[in-house]
């Protein structure tokens, strides 16, 4: 087998192997919580974890342990196309920060705006993404 092979097999082996254990064992935990995207602050400078809008949500965050499989959903009549533009649109910006990688397709109908993955500190994450 070629080495390339024998990654592919490896990698496929052990996701199979963890599915398997979540198909026996089923989610440990979910949480989910709205955010109005209108209403954020800029948390740059602020530590958002101390705001009142979401202290509770990241004490419920910070308290998850091992990998956590996230979304994040449009729950209102925003046009999707918006809000990749944006997206597109402050990437190009001087000093943006990190942004999701942008597929070239996009279905604009899905509610689901981003889905990740993370192995620790969800909290942290969810910080980024902020």
Same mark, same amino acid.
């Given at each position: 087998m070629m080495e390339i092979e024998k990654i592919i097999d490896e990698v496929v082996t052990e996701q199979i192997v963890t599915l398997e254990r979540l198909k026996e064992q089923g &989610? @440990?935990?979910s949480y989910s919580f709205p955010i109005d995207c209108k209403e954020l602050a800029d948390y740059n400078a602020v530590d958002?974890?101390?705001s009142q809008a979401f202290k509770e949500h990241f004490i419920k965050l910070m308290s998850m @342990?091992?990998?956590v499989l996230y979304w994040f959903e449009i729950i209102s009549d925003t046009n999707r196309g918006e809000i990749? *533009?944006? !997206?597109?649109q402050y990437a190009m910006t001087n000093n943006a920060k990190a942004t999701p990688a942008l597929k070239k397709y996009v279905n604009l109908? *899905? !509610?689901?705006l981003? &889905?990740?993955k993370v192995k620790r500190i969800f909290w942290g994450r969810v910080i980024q993404h902020l």
């Amino acid at each position: 087998m070629m080495e390339i092979e024998k990654i592919i097999d490896e990698v496929v082996t052990e996701q199979i192997v963890t599915l398997e254990r979540l198909k026996e064992q089923g &989610v @440990k935990t979910s949480y989910s919580f709205p955010i109005d995207c209108k209403e954020l602050a800029d948390y740059n400078a602020v530590d958002i974890r101390d705001s009142q809008a979401f202290k509770e949500h990241f004490i419920k965050l910070m308290s998850m @342990k091992g990998p956590v499989l996230y979304w994040f959903e449009i729950i209102s009549d925003t046009n999707r196309g918006e809000i990749r *533009s944006a !997206i597109e649109q402050y990437a190009m910006t001087n000093n943006a920060k990190a942004t999701p990688a942008l597929k070239k397709y996009v279905n604009l109908t *899905s !509610i689901c705006l981003y &889905v990740g993955k993370v192995k620790r500190i969800f909290w942290g994450r969810v910080i980024q993404h902020l």
